[in-house]
């Protein structure tokens, strides 16, 4: 399984990146797949999660309304549309794959691979 993430860059804040997440050595339709992140000093969080089962993709509220998460499965990549970006979206972005699900009304996941990581910075 490879995670192969580009796109990340420097951005102003209210401006825009899209991220994508090129993806092989597995069924891409079978695995769930998702955006994480982390910022300096802080834990990793998940962004955004799709769930090929359900069909649903979760997403942070932190992210929501602003961040929208999709998949090209002729090309097996996933992107991550970031608009109206703020400084604290400033984090090293991560692409996995594993599972995702909900509990008690929270989307968890459980991811087993992991791409290297793209650096997304917003200036003020």
């Known amino acids: 399984v490879q995670l192969v993430e580009s796109g990340g860059g420097l951005a102003q804040a209210g401006g825009s990146l899209r991220l994508s997440c090129a993806a092989s050595g597995f069924r891409f339709d079978d695995r769930d797949i998702g955006w994480f992140r982390q910022a300096p000093g802080k834990e990793r969080e998940g962004v955004s999660c799709f769930s090929k089962r359900s069909g649903i993709i979760f997403t942070a509220d932190s992210v929501r309304g602003r961040f929208t998460t999709s998949s090209d499965n002729s090309k097996t990549t996933l992107y991550l549309q970031m608009n109206d970006l703020k400084l604290e979206d400033t984090a090293v972005y991560y692409c996995?794959?594993?599972?995702?699900?909900?509990?008690?009304?929270?989307?968890?996941?459980?991811?087993?691979?992991w791409g290297q990581g793209t650096l997304v910075t917003v200036s003020s």
């Open positions: 996995a794959v594993g599972l995702c699900f909900v509990s008690d009304d929270e989307w968890l996941s459980d991811m087993d691979t």
